[in-house]
């Protein structure tokens, strides 16, 4: 059995009432992972943007 199939499973025999407080952890969870991209994403944009303002890199996407 797989993972999803494990979890799947465990959320059958979970009562009703604990049903909600289970969504909203996955929806948490998907949240979290979509910030953690983004900080990546600023935290690499700073450190690249000291390659991308140089002369040379106008020039190298002069014609594209």
Request: glycine fraction near 0%; charged fraction near 45%; aromatic fraction near 6%.
């Amino acid at each position: 059995m797989n993972k999803k199939e494990l979890i799947l499973d465990e959320i059958e025999q979970v009562p009703d009432p604990l049903l909600e407080e289970i969504l909203d952890f996955i929806r948490f969870l998907k949240t979290k992972v979509i910030e953690d991209r983004m900080e990546t994403a600023v935290a690499s944009e700073s450190t690249l943007k000291k390659d991308w303002l140089k002369p040379e890199e106008d020039e190298a996407w002069r014609d594209l």
